[in-house]
């Protein structure tokens, strides 16, 4: 069974502070998403990592594939109260179906 | 922009109800999924359908069925809801998008057995 994990699974920081959020498989995925969601509402695609030792940035967040394609990291700078919310990594299988992480719940304080 | 629906936000049945639960796609996506998303143990699949008329089990299929009469359709069936079955229900759908499938969710409808 393929597993993803997240780390930290709660995190609470305040206006302007940078953060890395984990997110480490034992499994090799074709190409790994990150996902935000708000309460009560379903998660929204911020972005796909294809390829092994690929960055890419989105404004202030920036996410990277481990070069083995197991593994990835989120990471935000001078995180915004806007920031707030449930960060899910999600792998995928070739197309056959997607496994998520439990997620890093995140806080930013103003 | 893609859009996926679901029928309802939120929902109450009682135990032994049979429950329905939609979704639609109006992006032409072949593949749709149905997951259950409950605290401290993240999304989990349920049913997932590549075509009309296709099913896959995911990983948690007991006590689900689901029907894909139509494309664009994907259903979720409690045949007799349980109160282990309260959760928040999220189907998406997804798409090839060069080299990788993108998924992309309804918002939601929490279901709550009583």
């Known amino acids: 069974t393929q597993l993803l994990e997240q780390s930290p699974q709660f995190l609470s920081i305040q206006e302007g502070e940078n953060l890395t959020v984990y997110c480490n498989s034992s499994s090799v995925f074709s190409s790994l998403q990150w996902y935000r969601q708000e309460p009560g509402e379903g998660p929204v695609l911020l972005v796909t990592?294809?390829?092994?030792?690929e960055v890419k940035k989105l404004k202030r967040l920036t996410f990277q594939f481990g070069d083995a394609r197991k593994d990835s990291s989120l990471h935000i700078t001078a995180a915004q109260p806007g920031d707030t919310g449930l960060y899910l990594c999600a792998g995928d299988n070739y197309g056959q179906n997607f496994v998520f992480g439990p997620g890093t719940r995140l806080s930013v304080l103003p | 922009d893609v859009k996926v629906t679901q029928s309802s936000r939120y929902l109450v049945k009682r135990t032994g109800e049979k429950v329905f639960l939609e979704c639609v796609q109006d992006m032409d996506h072949e593949n749709m999924f149905w997951y259950r998303q409950d605290p401290g143990l993240g999304l989990r699949l349920i049913y997932f359908s590549y075509d009309v008329k296709m099913k896959e089990k995911g990983d948690i299929p007991e006590g689900y069925s689901v029907s894909r009469e139509k494309k664009e359709r994907f259903s979720l069936i409690l045949e007799s809801a349980s109160t282990n079955q309260t959760s928040m229900y999220l189907c998406a759908s997804s798409l090839l998008q060069g080299q990788t499938y993108e998924q992309y969710f309804g918002p939601g409808t929490r279901l709550t057995v009583t």
């Open positions: 990592v294809v390829t092994g030792g």
